[in-house]
């Protein structure tokens, strides 16, 4: 397979793409502000007529001018209702414009915001966590295009990491059959053997051979970013030196990486280390016991497979050297 190698320096595109959105609307206030202040702003002090008017006047002592405004405009209040009745129409249609073109551009904003997001996560009903960072480097959890939607709202919806882990575990099989629908939907030459393996790792967990399952999916794993990734980048995502920093990366790149980096958590039972009771790659490789091996753990370890398969053939295919 093509190494994904130029995926840490292109990605910044992304982040000033968003950049120039947000920079868009100061923008136009500034140069309507501008063409206002232009229009109305008095040029008598800017012009040299003016200034040596301005001059001239110094020192003198102008008295107030009063003027019997209710002798000179004895109608006035009728001529007030008339302009305002006159003008008021045009107002709201001038405001019901303007609604609408701002109508316009939310409607369009909203949609490039929901095409950066994963698809399992659009819907209003969706409340990103303000730990999502936790979810994916602390917890591990594979977030992006699997698990369905009606799962993901729940497992931001939970308080703790065992209320996530009890989700997974009851949803086991709707994820599993959510899982087989996006790997079918990978066609991409150079993933599609890859998919197949994912496929076999999902039916096998289906037909309750979840240890079965969760080995060959965790080996999948390790096969793809090898394909995928040069080593300098492989390293980035799953070594355990440095925590990764999700900020640097596009949100659904983010997503898939960040939860890879927490599955791959230091294990060494050389050095006493217990089995993590949690998904662990490494524990799935060096600590096979009925501890790590689990059907929930099994789903994880699925999903993570489906979730880079899906970024790979989508978001980073036109990286690929």
């Known amino acids: 397979m093509p190494r994904v190698v130029r995926v840490m320096n292109d990605i910044n595109r992304h982040q000033k793409f ?9 923008r136009q206030y500034d140069a309507l502000i501008k063409s206002i202040s232009r229009s109305v702003l008095p040029t008598l002090g800017t012009s040299t007529v003016g200034t040596n008017a301005l001059r001239a006047l110094r020192g003198i002592d102008i008295p107030a001018l009063k003027l019997d405004y209710d002798s000179l405009f004895p109608n006035f209040a009728a001529i007030q209702t008339d302009a305002i009745k006159t003008l008021l129409p045009n107002i709201r249609l001038i405001q019901d414009l303007q ?11 909203r949609a490039v915001v929901s095409a950066m997001l994963p698809p399992n996560w659009r819907g209003e009903d969706l409340v990103i966590p303000k730990d999502l960072e936790a979810l994916l ?28 882990r009890n989700i997974l575990g009851r949803r086991w099989k709707t994820i599993t059959k959510a899982c087989l629908e996006q790997l079918r939907e990978v066609t991409h030459p150079e993933l599609v053997e890859h998919a197949k ?49 999700i900020d640097d990366y596009p949100l659904r790149v983010a997503i898939v990486l960040g939860g890879i980096w927490g599955c791959h958590g ?21 600590g096979v016991s009925k501890r790590q091996y689990s059907r929930v753990n099994s789903v994880i370890a699925l999903m ?4 880079l398969l899906k970024l790979l053939e989508t978001d980073l295919a036109d990286l690929a050297a």
């Not at 230091?266 to 009771?277: H, I, M, N, Q």
């Not at 993570?304 to 979730?307: I, Q, T």
Request: zero cysteines; proline letters at 7%; a neutral charge.
């Open 304 to 307: 993570h497979v489906v979730s």
């Open 266 to 286: 230091r294990f060494w039972p050389d050095k006493g280390d217990p089995v993590p009771r949690k998904y662990s790659r490494h524990g799935s490789s060096h």
């Open 137 to 164: 480097l602390d917890e591990g959890l594979p977030l992006a295009w699997v698990p369905p939607h009606d799962v993901i709202v729940k497992l931001f919806a939970a308080e703790t990491p065992a209320e996530r």
């Open 18 to 26: 968003m950049t120039g959105i947000g920079q868009v609307y100061p």
């Open 197 to 245: 393996f994912a496929v076999e790792a999902a039916e096998s967990l289906l037909d309750g051979r979840a240890k079965s399952s969760q080995a060959l999916s965790a080996n999948l794993l390790d096969t793809i970013l090898h394909a995928a990734f040069s080593d300098k980048d492989r390293i980035t995502i799953t070594g355990q030196q440095k925590r990764l920093d």
């Open 99 to 109: 609604r609408d073109q701002f109508a316009s551009v939310i409607k369009k904003a």
